[in-house]
């Protein structure tokens, strides 16, 4: 056994603890930008689920004791005060809220995203195998992963030798050959989590895997099922996104005579809680495990999936979902975004410089001339344009006449740059520095103004939120499987800590590290258990028309159909 490190120096904890991602630094826009583009350029040439299916690989059975506890994290390995924080949460022996005693998961299921920016063997090190490892050094638990986009930026090479090689970790150990897997659970409870490689189809060595893991199921069995990204919640901008998990339904699952009346996933970095209208289908997005919390408010209140216009439907019927519960508060979501303009230029100083030796260069422009100074009055436009970009699906008007405005505020202050240049009319190398810093200052400010108003009609969402790079509001979902079903528990941790000091007086199970002052955690929602019937049809729509108008009026994002009702 290893000894315990007795102080917080990366020699004592063998890893080296992160700083979070700054996602708007030059350094990380470039890196991840080029990342991404080789990954889906070459994508289908480094796609090696195909390859992967020649490892065998069984379906892992823990379906021996009468209660089965599971824990389920996605979105991790970002900076080490919110990752580890949801780690040594996780890695008690025991969590007693409201009232209960929830025993520590027996098995932990991770949901994709393992690491950030991009994948490789150093982030995962440093990023999620140490804090991992520091948080549970010898419990044993059964690690199973999934990954996500980021796992998949370097051709799953890194994901693979620390998921899929059927190592250990600290406490953890690894079962799994390839990036998919099945566990059959008591009480005639199963988990299929997929692997669905930037958004491609489903490989048939996989679809083969899972047929005959379906093939063990009797009916009216259920099935967890564990998909990479929640793509119920883009239905309405992309009538395709939610092909492939009805696909797998329609045609593993289904055939079977068997449900699936839960779902779960992560990629957007909250909890979210959709139930199905008239059913008893739950879609769970728990994203919460690291990386900087994503908004809450601009969430559909109702949703469609698959969409009833989908050329691609494989069934005959699709499902209303009414939102019922988020995390972090629709509101406290909202909040966060005003924070844009202190945290922006704070989190992200190399942003600062970049954009100030942009204004630079198109001041120097205009400077000299008509022609350079178009040229440069074209650039900032054809950027601001570039930045507007959907989420989902393809561009729309708002999305061109926001990009066209941020360029034009950054032209007009390019032109501002230059009456206060000729009235100062001093041109030292002293004032090219100051005006790096102000205009860049001034630009982030602009940029924060931009995304802010962008964010009100749904566009550059996530950017606003990778921006302010907030840790707080950490979540994950703790499972009981038992002869009453899946009970689900949700987690959250208001806030990460921050300052930490080694424990090397503790047992050997205990973490490596603990919080200076205590973590505090709470549920996010009573408990549910699976399968839970959802909200009538009736109760669906008699609070409608009250959301759609609040959501009016504090610019809130409503589904389109919501819109329609306001109209009427």
Not at 53 to 60: I, L, N, R
Not at 342 to 362: D, E, K, M, S
Not at 462 to 480: M, P, Q, T, W
Request: aromatic fraction near 12%; charged fraction near 25%; proline fraction near 7%.
């Amino acid at each position: 056994m290893r000894d315990r490190p007795s102080d917080m120096s990366p020699s004592q904890l063998r890893f080296f603890p992160q700083r979070s991602v700054k996602w708007l630094s030059p350094r990380v826009l470039a890196d991840t930008a080029a990342r991404l583009g080789l990954a889906r350029a070459l994508g289908a040439y480094l796609d090696k689920r195909e390859l992967l299916g020649f490892y065998p690989q069984e379906v892992f059975d823990h379906s021996q004791k009468d209660e089965l506890w599971i824990d389920y994290v996605a979105d991790l390995g970002d900076g080490f005060n919110a990752t580890y924080s949801v780690a040594h949460t996780m890695a008690q022996s025991q969590l007693d809220i409201d009232g209960e005693t929830l025993p520590r998961g027996e098995v932990l299921v991770m949901g994709g995203d393992e690491v950030y920016p991009s994948a490789n063997w150093r982030e995962y090190e440093n990023r999620t195998k140490g804090p991992y490892q520091a948080a549970n050094p010898q419990r044993p638990t059964d690690l199973y992963a999934i990954p996500g986009n980021h796992d998949w930026y370097d051709g799953l090479t890194a994901f693979s030798r620390l998921f899929m090689q059927r190592r250990e970790f600290g406490g953890f150990r690894t079962k799994q050959r390839r990036s998919y897997f099945a566990l059959k659970l008591p009480h005639d409870w199963w988990l299929f989590a997929i692997d669905a490689e930037f958004d491609a189809y489903l490989d048939e060595p996989q679809l083969e895997y899972f047929r005959e893991a379906a093939q063990r199921m009797l009916p009216r069995e259920k099935v967890i099922l564990c998909v990479p990204q929640p793509s119920w919640v883009w239905t309405e901008l992309d009538r395709r996104s939610f092909d492939r998990i009805d696909y797998f339904i329609e045609k593993i699952v289904k055939p079977r005579e068997a449900t699936v009346p839960l779902i779960l996933t992560g990629d957007r970095h909250h909890y979210a809680r959709y139930a199905e209208i008239d059913g008893d289908r739950q879609l769970v997005t728990a994203g919460g495990g690291g990386a900087y919390t994503s908004p809450t408010h601009n969430l559909p209140t109702q949703l469609t999936a698959p969409p009833k216009d989908s050329v691609s439907k494989v069934g005959e019927s699709s499902s209303d979902y009414q939102l019922v519960e988020t995390y972090p508060s629709r509101s406290k979501s909202w909040r966060y975004g005003f924070g844009i303009f202190h945290r922006l230029p704070w989190r992200n100083p190399g942003f600062v410089t970049f954009l100030g030796i942009v204004h630079l260069i198109a001041l120097v422009s205009l400077l000299q001339g008509t022609g350079p100074g178009v040229t440069a009055c074209a650039g900032l436009l054809g950027i601001a344009t570039l930045f507007a970009q959907p989420v989902a699906g393809g561009r729309m008007i708002k999305h061109w006449v926001l990009g066209l405005g941020h360029g034009a505020a950054h032209i007009g202050l390019a032109f501002g740059g230059v009456q206060v240049w000729r009235w100062l009319d001093y041109t030292g190398t002293l004032a090219y520095i100051a005006y790096i810093g102000l205009a860049g200052l001034i630009a982030v400010w602009l940029v924060g103004a931009y995304l802010l108003l962008a964010n009100r009609y749904g566009v550059n969402a996530n950017e606003l939120f990778a921006g302010l790079s907030v840790i707080d509001s950490k979540c994950f979902l703790r499972l009981k499987v038992n002869r009453d079903g899946v009970t689900v528990y949700p987690i959250g941790i208001p806030k990460s800590g921050r300052k930490w000091k080694a424990n090397p007086d503790g047992d050997a199970a205990d973490p490596w590290i603990e919080p200076v002052k205590p973590l505090r955690h709470e549920l996010i929602e009573p408990p549910y258990t699976i399968p839970k019937p959802g909200p009538t049809r009736e109760e669906a729509e008699q609070p409608k028309r009250i959301r759609a108008f609040i959501g009016h009026a504090f610019g809130l994002e409503q589904s389109r159909g919501e819109r329609e009702n306001v109209r009427d």
